[in-house]
């Protein structure tokens, strides 16, 4: 599933079609349209262009303008990609993947999203008022949320920290990947009491989080690098790269979750 890392990445793409004149939108599936349709989509894309793009979490937000700034009146293209979405700047001669949905083409170039299981998709938002409705509910984006701001939206309810961690609502961009890797290099289990930490476990889970942000975002994904619990998930028998004892399974708020005994007990 795209996480936090993941949709940076997408926002670079984004920001390659920025400034550049649209001059065709191809919806080869409206299935993953939602709440337009294939015409409005183009009616509001042709002839205007991307201004820069931002993301909040694990959503992309491209802004349309067709003057030489995006007006709040203006609207917005919003991308989210749920299990297997993604986007790519592609050479238009390039041969299309047979699970590209949408295409936004820009001369020589295609922007081009893609999701095998169409779990969410595109929006078309009338103004910049909508896109704050949209995601109003949403917490804080997780690579910008300070250590205060972390701690005191974990303790507001008593709930197991992991799926915690991944309540969009309580900090947005966090998913399975990146809550197990978190925990398991700031050494905290994943079934702890969000109110049963101390303030070591506190200031250590904050420092986890934004260092495994940066380097997952450098690299454009969670990365499963030989040092990180996430290169060793996968198998059948996998040991802890930090300690060699044979790592736990279970599930946490629906999702497998996976943790050391050793170096997070309970």
Same mark, same amino acid.
């Given at each position: 599933?795209?996480?936090?890392?993941?949709?940076? @990445?997408?926002?670079?793409?984004?920001?390659?079609?920025?400034?550049?004149?649209?001059?065709?939108?191809?919806?080869?599936?409206?299935?993953?349209?939602?709440?337009?349709?294939?015409?409005?989509?183009?009616?509001?894309?042709?002839?205007?262009?991307?201004?820069?793009?931002?993301?909040?979490?694990?959503?992309?937000?491209?802004?349309?303008?067709?003057?030489?700034?995006?007006?709040?009146? $203006?609207? =917005?293209?919003?991308?989210?990609?749920?299990?297997?979405?993604?986007?790519?700047?592609?050479?238009?001669?390039? $041969?299309?993947?047979?699970?590209?949905?949408?295409?936004?083409?820009? @001369?020589?170039?295609?922007?081009?999203?893609?999701?095998?299981?169409?779990?969410?998709?595109?929006?078309?938002?009338?103004?910049?008022?909508?896109?704050?409705?949209?995601?109003?509910?949403?917490?804080?984006?997780?690579?910008?949320?300070?250590?205060? $701001?972390?701690?005191? /939206?974990?303790?507001?309810?008593?709930?197991?920290?992991?799926?915690?961690?991944?309540?969009?609502?309580?900090?947005?961009?966090?998913?399975?990947?990146?809550?197990?890797?978190?925990?398991?290099?700031?050494?905290?289990?994943?079934?702890?009491?969000?109110?049963?930490?101390?303030?070591?476990?506190? &200031?250590?889970?904050?420092? &986890?989080?934004?260092?495994?942000?940066?380097? =997952?975002?450098?690299?454009?994904?969670?990365?499963?690098?030989?040092?990180?619990?996430?290169?060793?998930?996968?198998?059948?028998?996998?040991? *802890?790269?930090? *300690?060699?004892?044979?790592?736990?399974?279970?599930?946490?708020?629906?999702?497998?979750?996976?943790? *050391?005994? /050793? *170096?997070?007990?309970?």
């Amino acid at each position: 599933m795209p996480e936090l890392p993941d949709v940076e @990445g997408f926002r670079r793409v984004l920001r390659k079609a920025a400034g550049r004149t649209i001059d065709r939108v191809d919806v080869l599936d409206a299935g993953v349209l939602r709440g337009v349709d294939a015409g409005e989509l183009r009616d509001a894309l042709m002839g205007a262009t991307f201004a820069a793009p931002r993301r909040h979490g694990k959503w992309l937000v491209g802004p349309v303008r067709a003057g030489r700034r995006h007006r709040r009146d $203006e609207p =917005s293209v919003v991308f989210h990609f749920g299990m297997t979405g993604s986007l790519t700047w592609s050479s238009a001669d390039a $041969e299309r993947h047979r699970h590209d949905r949408v295409t936004v083409g820009a @001369g020589s170039r295609e922007l081009r999203y893609r999701d095998l299981r169409k779990l969410q998709g595109i929006r078309l938002l009338p103004d910049d008022d909508a896109v704050t409705d949209l995601l109003h509910d949403l917490g804080p984006d997780a690579a910008d949320v300070d250590d205060v $701001e972390l701690g005191e /939206r974990l303790g507001r309810r008593p709930r197991r920290l992991k799926p915690a961690l991944m309540d969009q609502t309580v900090v947005a961009g966090l998913g399975n990947l990146l809550a197990d890797e978190i925990l398991w290099q700031a050494r905290i289990h994943p079934g702890r009491g969000t109110r049963d930490l101390t303030d070591a476990d506190r &200031r250590r889970l904050y420092d &986890r989080l934004h260092a495994v942000l940066r380097r =997952s975002t450098r690299a454009g994904r969670v990365p499963g690098w030989p040092s990180w619990l996430t290169g060793h998930r996968d198998g059948p028998d996998d040991t *802890c790269p930090r *300690c060699g004892a044979h790592l736990r399974r279970t599930r946490l708020g629906g999702r497998t979750t996976v943790w *050391c005994p /050793r *170096c997070q007990p309970t």
